[in-house]
């Protein structure tokens, strides 16, 4: 990793919470008063968490400011690196990792496998983040045109539910495309061999596959999808360890806040990580959204949207209901009794 991000004085969060266990207590947590609604604190431990390559988890994880707000707690941290969403949240309702983050149709999915997911978190909307792409000299010029060719994506990412509503939009019934199921790596492999028509993908290989071939925004989601980024996690860790849930997510939006105002040299530091030059990832930092949030009516809509549509499908096996998953801090319940 490049040099580390310079420490600096805890800022205000929307989780009010601050790394220590003294102003833990003196931020109002009041231990003993909130035991009585929820299981008390575990005694330490290790938190596993899962992260990919690209986003907020994996400043996180350089800068080690987890790890030092969770020790007075007598907690570890154990990464673990996944390629995209879905795996991730595989291992999450498997019960290989505590907490990570993914995209707007990974959770769905994993929501519709166990009733044991938590959204904790989300970050605002960044809908240029994600994209339609189709090689610069190709004869497709719309979505429209799609019809009876191939589409590359990662089944059950953020950009499925982005071609869902683009061709929903272009008034193409979903069949009318040939989908290629491709992790990342493979899509864009058959993308510059011209194996694949299009290939829907998200930053920060969105904007690396721009730069290397000069393909070409068939449809990015502004006007179609939110493409949120959501903090997960599991009931049963949440309802045992909400002050370390807390903790995470405060500490996670102190890096949000830097690296809002740091993207020079956030793309210095996310760049041997990635394996995506420094000034190619700039253009995905551009892109993105900062800001570390509970979830609020209109990202609970949002998702039931993404939800709804994959069902009409027949690709999500049932319906769900995404507000049942949302985790609800101790406080905020005893606040609103």
């Known amino acids: 990793m490049a040099e580390r991000m310079p420490d600096r004085p805890s800022s205000p969060s929307p989780f009010g919470l601050a790394p220590t266990r003294r102003r833990l207590l003196s931020a109002g947590l009041g231990l003993a008063a909130a035991s009585t609604l929820r299981p008390a604190l575990a005694a330490g431990g290790t ?87 189709v090689p610069k000299d190709s004869p497709v010029r719309s979505v429209a045109d799609l019809r009876g060719r191939t589409l590359a994506l990662n089944k059950g990412s953020n950009v499925h539910f982005l071609v869902v509503r683009a061709l929903e939009q272009a008034g193409l019934p979903y069949d009318a495309v040939k989908f290629a199921f491709l992790a990342p790596a493979d899509a864009n492999a058959a993308f510059v061999r011209g194996s694949v028509d299009a290939w829907a993908i998200w930053d920060p290989y969105l904007a ?5 071939t000069g393909a070409r925004v068939l449809a990015d989601a502004q006007g179609l999808a939110p493409n ?45 990580s990635v394996g995506i030059p420094a000034p190619v990832l700039r253009v995905a930092l551009d892109r993105l959204s900062y800001g570390v949030t509970p979830l609020d009516a209109a ?16 690709l999500l096996p049932k319906p769900i209901r995404v507000a049942d998953a949302v985790w609800t801090q101790p406080e905020r319940r005893a606040e609103n009794r």
Do not use: C
């Open 299 to 314: 990202a609970v809509a949002d998702q039931q949207r993404v939800a709804d549509a994959f069902h009409s499908l027949g």
């Open 47 to 133: 938190v596993r968490v899962g992260y990919q390559k690209y986003g907020s988890l994996v400043l996180l994880k350089g800068r080690g400011t987890l790890e030092t707000a969770l020790q007075p707690l007598g907690y570890t941290v154990a990464w673990s690196e996944f390629p995209s969403g879905p795996p991730l949240m595989e291992a999450l309702n498997a019960g290989a990792v505590d907490f990570g983050s993914a995209g707007e149709a990974p959770p769905i999915f994993a929501q519709a496998a166990s009733a044991e997911l938590r959204y904790v978190a989300t970050e605002p909307p960044a809908p240029r983040g994600e994209a339609i792409l």
């Open 208 to 212: 690396a596959a721009e730069r290397a």
């Open 228 to 272: 949120r980024q959501f903090y997960l996690s599991r009931r049963g860790f949440t309802d045992a360890n909400s002050e370390v849930v807390a903790i995470v997510l405060k500490a996670i939006g102190e890096v949000d806040t830097w690296a809002a105002g740091h993207a020079e040299t956030v793309a210095a530091e996310l760049a041997p």
